[in-house]
């Protein structure tokens, strides 16, 4: 099951990591960044991101290699992890439990706690 969405930090321009790659003018390391953790959590990757997708998500190996040295991305076989990816982001399990909750949550309200029509 794939992500709708993904939790961004918003005190990301502090981060050190984006500091060190903005101080060196690797803005589209940031962007490729960015569009791997949307492009992993829609494909259901859970932060996985395979070597195919680079062109995908509009990186190139060079920019692999930036966020490689910063950190952002580790080595994984057959591609690159997004890293802390899961201390983050929402397991696909998390998030199927609280899209359960609450579609259960809105029928209660709407139709009563049985189901039946108000």
Request: proline share 5%; hydrophobic share 40%; glycine share 8%.
């Amino acid at each position: 099951m794939a992500l709708p969405w993904v939790r961004m930090d918003t005190q990301w321009p502090h981060n050190p990591k984006f500091l060190m790659l903005a101080e060196d003018g690797k803005w589209r390391a940031i962007a490729v960044y960015w569009a791997s953790l949307a492009w992993s959590a829609a494909q259901g990757q859970c932060g996985f991101v395979p070597y195919y997708a680079l062109s995908q998500i509009l990186g190139t190996k060079k920019q692999a290699g930036e966020l490689l040295e910063v950190r952002l991305w580790d080595p994984a076989e057959g591609g690159w992890s997004i890293h802390d990816f899961a201390e983050f982001q929402p397991s696909h399990e998390e998030h199927e439990r609280r899209r359960k909750r609450a579609q259960d949550a809105a029928l209660a309200r709407w139709h009563g706690a049985n189901g039946a029509t108000r």
